[in-house]
């Protein structure tokens, strides 16, 4: 969404039009921002004591927007000096924070009047409120959000509204979020018995069952195949290190903040490893490689630990400890495109298995922020220049995004967009070519001369705490065959029929089906139900009949008709 898209501009005035409803529920509140997000707006105000608004007033502000937007209020937009921005909004301590800020980067604040309503702002808006579909938007919900986003701020009120073109795309949207309510990965992750939580553990460290430890398992080994097939070998490392490892790999200066630290009974300090690179340069540094012996291809599934702030984290998605299916190729440049292309073939493989649609995104430093990175600008544009290039020859649905990169380079971030039509970002591949500069890996030449190498991050799954959030929802639970920590159950319908069914379980063991016997003593319709609760690909039934002609009935989760198969035949199809 670009800002001269009609619809950003909707939802930027409509943010304006809540500010104006927020003053007249309690003209003492102090505004401070309120920007577009992916599907509507919101404005983060300071109530007065006792004004925070209830779910009563949300529906009495919206009412007042939407009279508001038939009002027909055209937006313009004036420049104001120091001295005129300052007196505006003397009474406002957010606003003259931002203003301060605005001055200090020499630039002049500009502000929008909306009939008698001004707000420091920067545009775009609508002409007029007119171009505004009032049964297009909506007053969503309220949340805390602090000042400038910092715990030491003040608490604020955030209101969030959805806003859309049409009054179609709004409703669309409604049901698409009552949908995903039913396939959130923390509800199916429950119902499914794949993971749980523990207050004595703590948020944002995840138990996996078995069932969901079987579920890591195979989705892990689908990627360790086709890593190995491109002549990957596994590597193991430590949890922790020294200091000094994040010192000269420049983490321990960008990201100290976010590291969980330790220190030794003889006063050293340790981190636990929040990633694995800096670890992988140093099995690469530990001989000297010709260039006969490059690329050199590591890979290793291992967790990572990153002290994200308690409010922030939610279910799978956000968690402290990160099992990434992480790998680092150490090539020479002149193999950066087939090095690329060969990640990108896996990456293809993996979503297109589970239905995912994808494109790419060019994540770039931000050049207006250089601080923020490793390295020279003459070698983020190198490398910069030599992803845009792979993605031209990809023929790829590509998009640049200028201050989403690494710190140590750019990267290729794969975009997946799910059944429901929300998009993630899922797996990543990133031209690194700072770490092997700190780190002084090289290989030898076919001169003999040393020659510096490049370092190529790859994680297809980027983490399998997340990756396993997106597919559970993406498939509402119902995950493939292969994947399926339970793949079948057999069903005898009475005690009579159980010495066979127990003949078609130990034959599907024998095979590696996972399967589980259910002779409960419960009627078969509610065995079944259960079956197709719990997700299960195959319910096999046996009865008289199946006992009598060594078949099965294969009851499948997604399908109200039955049939029998020969046992023999079923195997063969499983397989």
Not at 49 to 70: V, Y
Not at 324 to 339: L, N
């Amino acid at each position: 969404m670009e800002k001269t898209d009609k619809i950003y501009k909707i939802r930027h005035s409509l943010a304006h039009l809540l500010a104006i409803a927020a003053l007249e529920h309690d003209p003492n509140a102090k505004l401070t921002i309120g920007p577009v997000v992916d599907n509507g707006f919101y404005y983060d105000i300071d109530f007065s004591e006792g004004k925070a608004p209830t779910p009563e007033d949300l529906k009495k502000i919206q009412k007042t927007m939407k009279k508001l937007a038939g009002r027909k209020l055209s937006f313009t937009k004036r420049t104001l000096t120091d001295d005129e921005a300052r007196k505006m909004f003397a009474d406002n301590p957010y606003k003259m924070e931002l203003i301060e800020g605005i001055i200090k980067e020499g630039e002049q604040a500009t502000v929008y009047d909306t009939g008698d309503f001004t707000d420091l702002c920067e545009g775009p808006h609508v002409e007029n409120t007119g171009e505004i579909d009032t049964d297009a938007f909506k007053i969503d919900h309220i949340a805390g959000a602090y000042w400038r986003g910092n715990e030491k701020n003040k608490m604020l009120t955030r209101i969030y509204g959805l806003a859309f073109e049409t009054a179609k795309d709004l409703d669309d949207y409604l049901k698409m979020i009552e949908e995903a309510k039913k396939r959130d990965h923390r509800k199916l992750g429950k119902e499914l018995d794949l993971f749980t939580f523990s207050d004595l553990v703590g948020p944002g460290l995840p138990l996996w069952t078995p069932k969901g430890t079987l579920l890591r398992e195979t989705l892990d080994g689908f990627v360790r195949e086709l890593r190995e097939k491109h002549g990957y070998q596994r590597v193991t490392i430590p949890h922790i290190t020294k200091k000094a490892l994040y010192e000269t790999s420049g983490h321990w200066a960008k990201f100290s903040e976010e590291l969980f630290k330790i220190t030794t009974r003889e006063g050293k300090e340790y981190a636990m490893k929040p990633m694995n690179c800096p670890h992988h340069t140093q099995i690469f540094a530990r001989a000297q490689w010709s260039y006969r012996d490059m690329p050199q291809r590591y890979a290793e599934t291992t967790m990572v630990y990153r002290d994200e702030q308690s409010g922030e984290l939610g279910g799978l998605t956000r968690v402290l400890s990160i099992t990434q299916d992480d790998a680092h190729v150490f090539a020479r440049p002149s193999q950066i495109k087939e090095e690329f292309f060969a990640i990108w073939d896996i990456i293809n493989t993996v979503y297109e298995t589970f239905g995912f649609e994808l494109r790419v995104r060019l994540s770039f430093h931000n050049p207006d922020a250089f601080e923020k990175y490793l390295g020279t600008k003459e070698v983020w544009e190198k490398a910069e220049d030599a992803i845009r290039e792979i993605a031209k020859e990809r023929k790829a649905n590509y998009f640049e995004a200028p201050g989403e990169a690494a710190m140590y380079g750019p990267k290729l971030d794969f975009m997946a967009k799910d059944s429901l039509g929300r998009e993630h970002q899922v797996a990543t591949i990133q031209l690194d070519m700072n770490l092997p500069e700190r780190f002084d890996l090289f290989c030898i030449n076919e001169k003999g001369e040393k020659e510096r190498v490049v370092m190529i991050h790859c994680a297809i799954m980027g983490s399998i705490e997340r990756f396993s959030a997106v597919l559970l929802e993406h498939l509402g639970g119902n995950l493939p065959f292969r994947f399926s920590p339970v793949q079948v159950w057999v069903l005898p319908i009475t005690d009579a029929h159980e010495e066979y069914a127990r003949e078609v379980l130990a034959t599907l063991k024998k095979a590696g089906i996972r399967t589980e016997f259910h002779n409960e003593s419960e009627t078969l319709g509610k065995k079944i139900r259960n079956g197709k609760l719990q997700k299960i690909p195959y319910l096999l039934v046996v009865g008289d009949k199946e006992t009598e002609e060594k078949t099965v009935t294969i009851e499948t989760r997604g399908e109200e008709t039955n049939k029998a198969v020969p046992l023999t035949k079923l195997l063969e199809n499983l397989k």
